[in-house]
T-cell receptor, first 115, second 113 residues
Framework: GNSVTQMEGPVTLSEEAFLTINCTYT??????LFWYVQYPGEGLQLLLK?????DKGSNKGFEATYRKETTSFHLEKGSVQVSDSAVYFC??????????????FGQGTILTVHP | NAGVTQTPKFQVLKTGQSMTLQCAQD?????MSWYRQDPGMGLRLIHY???????DQGEVPNGYNVSRSTTEDFPLRLLSAAPSQTSVYFC????????????FGQGTRLTVV
């Protein structure tokens, strides 16, 4: 079956530090890959996505590249802000048929950014 | 545009009680899902629907029932609540047809005592 593994958390950084959150996956075929973000007390919001190998998703200064050879989709940001403090989830969705919207999630990584 | 609306936001149940978590979307999405979120485990799929009248089980379906009589609504029923069902529940919808982005509701925090 499909699975997603994220790096252990929590992650604590100072403002303007570089962020990397590792994500690797196991899936058959060519899944779509996502990063979702959950701010305190809220639901999940799509941060970025990539739908095929070598695609780079980007949004709000965050980036992730779909690496099929290493089955990875690591999230990066060059300079984090206090407002980036949240829980980040890596997820995948298989393609076609009844798979749309059936997401497999990693366990989530709590990010705290201090001023 | 309301998106995905879940009610209630918070609920406390006694063991053995029943309740229904409501979920509605106004985006005319075909696909709707229910997830539960537990610490250290991410979100896990409970039940899933690919359209009105069609539902399927996800990873953790035991203790939950669903039905989908309209495109807009996808309620989740707990027939006899257990403490193991204490969790945060999220409903999501997806357009489908190649667009795989899921839109989530604000969540329902359920405590079973």
């Amino acid at each position: 079956g499909n699975s997603v593994t994220q790096m252990e958390g929590p992650v604590t950084l100072s403002e303007e530090a570089f962020l990397t959150i590792n994500c690797t996956y196991t899936a058959t075929g060519y899944p779509s890959l996502f990063w979702y973000v959950q701010y305190p007390g809220e639901g999940l919001q799509l941060l970025l996505k990539a739908t095929k190998a070598d695609d780079k998703g980007s949004n709000k200064g965050f980036e992730a590249t779909y690496r099929k050879e290493t089955t990875s989709f690591h999230l990066e940001k060059g300079s984090v802000q206090v407002s980036d403090s949240a829980v980040y989830f890596c997820a995948l969705s298989a393609r076609g048929g009844t798979s749309y919207g059936k997401l497999t999630f990693g366990q989530g990584t709590i990010l705290t950014v201090h001023p | 545009n309301a998106g995905v609306t879940q009610t209630p936001k918070f609920q406390v149940l006694k063991t053995g009680q029943s309740m229904t978590l409501q979920c509605a979307q106004d985006m005319n999405h075909e696909y709707m899902s229910w997830y539960r979120q537990d610490p250290g485990m991410g979100l896990r799929l409970i039940h899933y629907s690919v359209g009105a009248g069609i539902t399927d089980q996800g990873e953790v379906p035991n203790g939950y029932n669903v039905s989908r009589s309209t495109t807009e609504d996808f309620p989740l029923r707990l027939l006899s609540a257990a403490p193991s069902q204490t969790s945060v529940y999220f409903c999501a919808s997806t357009l489908g047809g190649g667009n795989t982005e899921a839109f989530f509701g604000q969540g329902t925090r359920l405590t079973v005592v």
